[in-house]
Each structure stands twice: as C-alpha cells, then as structure tokens.
C-alpha cells in the first residue's frame, strides 16, 4: 500500500488488500472511504473483504463507489459528508487512487 496525502486529513491509495487494512492503522489512519465499485476488475478484494477487515479491528469505513464515468453531484455529496463525519486522518481508495483524489478537490475539504 502506497498512500500519498493530498490534505493533512486525507490520503488516497490504489486498491488496497485485507491485509492493507491492518498497515493502515498501524500509520495512523482513523477511518477508509472505498471509492471502487465491486467487480471493476477480475480479482480484485470486494468491499465486504475489506469492510470485514476494517470492522474487525475497529476501524470505520464507508462505500462510495465512483463510476469510472464520472462523479455525480451525489457522490460528491456523499464524499463531502463521509469527510465530516469519519475520524481523520482517511485513507481514501480507488483502482488508482484519482477518483478519490478529484472528489476531494471537488468537495474543496483541507
């Protein structure tokens, strides 16, 4: 897992494993926002994998899966109120981490 910050509340990350879940609280992160929608790409971890990795140590998390299409004014809403509401710092994720990262200049959060 490589995360790279964009704000001091906000890190994006490619798709991360189970097994990321764990790294990502060891460096501090206090909550995860999934941005891939489920079955994206042959292989990859399905949110209830990660969810269930995330519950297990305690570790708040949220699905918002972006569409490769675009982002609407809903999920932008919804990325808006999972950062108000979510413990800092996130570790948002996505297939490479670029939709997370236009969400959060979309919704302008520091």
Known sequence: MQPYPV?????VSPQISPDDVIQAQNLGFQSII????????LGQ???QEIEAAANKIGLPIRYI??????????DATAFRTAMDDL???ILAYCRSGTRSAT??????KS
């Open 45 to 47: 971890p399905t949110f």
């Open 65 to 74: 899966p972006i569409s490769p299409v675009g982002i609407s004014e809903v």
């Open 34 to 41: 999934c941005n891939r929608p489920d079955g994206e790409e």
């Open 103 to 108: 969400l959060w200049r979309l919704v302008g």
């Open 87 to 89: 413990p800092t710092p």
């Open 7 to 11: 704000s001091p509340t906000l890190s």
